[in-house]
């Protein structure tokens, strides 16, 4: 009787697993089938990078500023990383358009006007201009939207290919943030000197539905203190004077030129720094406990806002209205 039953459940357990044996493979080489139909379609995407003939250059010497190792890429195959590593994908292709043109120019103009010794530009958004490892960027997108994502970047680069903005015929110095909070500004008021003709005060609509237009930070009156003292050990400040913190002084664009901090006046940008605020364009308010900076924008406020371009896009505007309307008197030219 024992026989019987083992050989009856030796049976059951052979027609359970005869399925399995043929259907496993099946399921493996069905997704290695997807998985590589994924990569040749981004692949084919990628070959038309590599077609287009530069007057001067087709590379680029990148610093990768982690590692001090300098690579040679194409110039367009480092853009994709670039426009990657700066926009997000789910922006309008034609803004994407836009910052692939503006990182092409950009990136230019860097050659010609070298911050590094042995490299053309380096992989650091504080220095240059962002970038990251197609792997990396792969890895940090949700796995259903990668092959998409990475292709709308690449069709940004490829429909621009060649592609760069231009003022009395020399790229520009093609600066870029992530959010004007309104308006732009002007370099002068950012970093001095003399300023370019092209970088003037635009306003900016439709950025105030993203998460970079508004923020805000608080700190009670010791942190201010104490954050201030980190840069002026020698400051001091009355809080039961009302103008012991105060706004002195704005630029064209709204943003502030000259805030006073007790016995301390600061420019809008060093406080920036200081405080670790994404703006100059802040107001300051006060309760018994707090100092309160509200922020408008993200970044320096210089040339094109990407949330901004995106805003243009998705009200019809092309990359070309978008470049000329951040880029006052340019020319979209092929190099």
């Known amino acids: 009787m024992k026989k019987i039953i083992l050989y009856i459940l030796a049976f059951f357990m052979f027609c359970f697993c005869i399925p399995i044996v043929f259907i496993k493979p099946f399921e493996n080489r069905e997704m290695a089938y997807i998985i590589e139909n994924q990569i040749n379609n981004i692949e084919e995407q990628e070959e038309q990078i590599n077609n287009y003939d530069y007057k001067e250059l087709n590379t680029v010497k990148l610093f990768h500023t982690k590692t001090g190792e300098i ?10 990383n670039v426009v990657s590593a700066e926009m997000p ?8 358009k836009a910052q692939a043109i503006v990182a092409r120019t950009y990136t230019m103009y860097k050659i010609n006007h070298k911050k590094h010794d042995e490299a053309d530009i380096c992989d650091s958004s504080s220095c240059c201009q962002a970038w990251i490892s197609k792997e990396d960027r792969l890895a940090r997108w949700e796995e259903g939207v990668r092959e998409d994502n990475w292709n709308k970047i690449v069709r940004a680069v490829n429909n621009t290919i060649g592609k760069i903005i231009t003022y009395d015929g020399e790229p520009i110095n093609a600066f870029f943030h ?3 909070g309104g308006t732009t500004e002007t370099p002068f008021n950012v970093w001095g000197g003399s300023g370019y003709p092209y970088l003037q005060v635009v306003e900016t609509a439709g950025e105030e539905g993203y998460t970079q237009y508004s923020s805000e930070v608080s700190f009670t009156k010791e942190e201010l203190v104490n954050k201030l003292k980190e840069k002026y050990s020698d400051i001091e400040i009355n809080f039961d004077d009302i103008n012991s913190v105060k706004i002195l002084e704005y630029t064209e664009s709204g943003r502030v030129r000259t805030v006073q901090f007790g016995n301390k006046k600061l420019s809008g940008v060093e406080a920036r720094t200081i405080l670790n605020l994404r703006s100059t364009n802040f107001e300051i308010s006060k309760n018994e406990e707090n100092i309160i ?7 320096h406020g210089v040339g094109m806002s990407q949330t901004g371009a995106d805003a243009m896009a998705k009200q019809g505007y092309n990359f070309e209205d978008i470049i000329k309307h951040f880029y006052t008197g340019v020319e979209i030219l092929k190099y």
């Open 293 to 299: 900076f509200s922020v408008k924008g993200y970044g």
């Open 178 to 180: 992530a959010s004007s």
């Open 89 to 96: 994908a789910d922006y309008e292709e034609e803004a994407l």
């Open 71 to 80: 690579e040679e890429i194409n110039l367009d195959e480092y853009l994709v």
